[in-house]
């Protein structure tokens, strides 16, 4: 199967975090079928590290959808619950740093378009599974990070290869439980990359800068309930607590440090009109330019959610689903990948940086490797987009796929000496 064929596929079989278990389980069985010596599941993930977990029923949803659909049942047992991360190394002839490839791998819950002008439609492979889509382009990052291990693989290099094919990007949530298993710990060399993000095709930019660290929390307030009219005195209202809370996160000041956002994208709650509403759930989140300053607006945030609870009568629960952090690209790995594209003709304008302006977990991967001694860059490839990130009519120019393998060849192929 060619790297389109590849693509497609994936694309038309969209899985949301944690819930990779078709994908991860051919990542595994293509990377062992190239001689790489794969690590899946607990051994390169710490459960208890994950951010924003699927219900159980989704979990199990998606693994029997996984196996019905041919999955290798001994590869699926070992990510049973969500571990559907994947590492795959190779040894070179002889002695050189460990260089790292990191891909993620997982979908969106977003309804695709079915207009008569979306490609994907069109062509077939618009996505099977009604509400899961990959709009952001992590199936092209999986097929290319496919093809280039197949491709690596035949060439004589030193030192150690190691790719990385992380589940649940989207939403700040499967990286740190890498991290905290120690997945990258050895690694001197880290490179990351994402295609689209507002660059032309053509483009390639050495690293990335604006990541925003971020904090995504759920919260659960619980209140009694009481009749509206006859008794209201007598219930606790928990979708008026979730709503002062709300009111107020958004009315928090800018920081003049640094770039910062909040946004409640969820509120729940109330079952009828003369009844006093006993539960709300409220999904938020928290950006900042800076690592600190994302911390410092947490606080801010839960301080109002605690002091909402107590306004109103409330308990309440406050869960982590999701973070990412802020990095510094290095200038020596930026470099290396600015003089890999110059030797692949499909690349024709080279930029140090590009503005990333939003999360990526990816974050953590870096700064566990720049603390431990080793550098890092995060690049981004330019495609044509048919619409914006997130959007259910997006979709890659497909031209950069292979581009994007070559490249990936020049930069191991400099490296790996």
Do not use: W
Not at 51 to 72: I, M, N, V, W
Not at 274 to 284: E, G, H, Q, S, T
Not at 391 to 408: G, M, T, Y
């Amino acid at each position: 199967m060619d790297i389109f064929e590849l693509r497609r596929d994936l694309h038309a079989h969209p899985e949301v975090g944690f819930t990779e278990f078709r994908t991860a389980n051919r990542v595994v069985r293509e990377l062992q079928s190239y001689g790489y010596s794969v690590a899946y599941g607990i051994d390169v993930m710490v459960p208890e590290s994950r951010r924003g977990l699927p219900s159980a029923d989704q979990l199990t949803r998606a693994y029997q959808r996984a196996k019905e659909d041919g999955a290798d049942e001994t590869i699926l047992r070992a990510m049973d619950g969500g571990l559907t991360g994947v590492v795959a190394t190779l040894k070179g002839r002889g002695d050189g740093p460990t260089v790292a490839f990191r891909f993620d791998m997982d979908a969106l819950p977003i309804m695709e378009s079915q207009e008569s002008t979306h490609l994907p439609h069109i062509n077939g492979f618009r996505s099977v599974h009604d509400g899961e889509m990959h709009a952001c382009g992590h199936d092209g990052h999986t097929a290319i990070g496919l093809t280039f291990a197949k491709m690596i693989a035949s060439q004589p290099f030193n030192g150690t290869l190691k790719l990385i094919f992380q589940p649940a990007e989207e939403g700040g949530r499967g990286a740190k439980s890498m991290v905290d298993k120690g997945v990258v710990d050895d690694v001197d060399k880290l490179f990351c990359f994402h295609l689209g993000l507002d660059l032309p095709l053509h483009a390639v930019s050495g690293g990335t800068n604006e990541f925003l660290a971020s904090t995504k929390l759920e919260v659960h307030y619980q209140g009694v309930s009481a009749h509206a009219a006859a008794a209201p005195e007598k219930g606790r209202n928990a979708l008026l607590g979730a709503a002062t809370a709300l009111l107020n996160i958004h009315a928090l000041p800018r920081f003049s440090s640094g770039a910062t956002r909040v946004n409640v994208g969820v509120l729940e709650g109330g079952t009828a009109p003369n009844i006093i509403p006993d539960k709300a759930k409220m999904v938020l989140e928290c950006r900042a330019e800076t690592y600190e300053d994302n911390l410092d607006l947490e606080q801010r945030v839960r301080a109002i959610l605690e002091h909402s609870a107590l306004m109103h009568g409330l308990t309440y629960q406050i869960e982590n689903i999701g973070e990412a952090a802020t990095a510094v690209c290095d200038p020596e790995l930026k470099e290396v990948v600015l003089e890999a594209a110059k030797s692949v003709p499909f690349f024709t304008d080279y930029q140090d940086e590009h503005p990333l302006g939003a999360s990526e977990d990816a974050t953590f991967l870096m700064r566990r490797v720049q603390e431990r001694g080793g550098k890092v860059t995060y690049s981004i490839l330019g495609t044509t987009i048919a619409a914006p990130h997130h959007n259910p009519k997006f979709d890659i120019d497909e031209e950069i796929l292979p581009a994007a393998v070559d490249l990936l060849l020049q930069i191991a192929i400099q490296s790996l000496k």
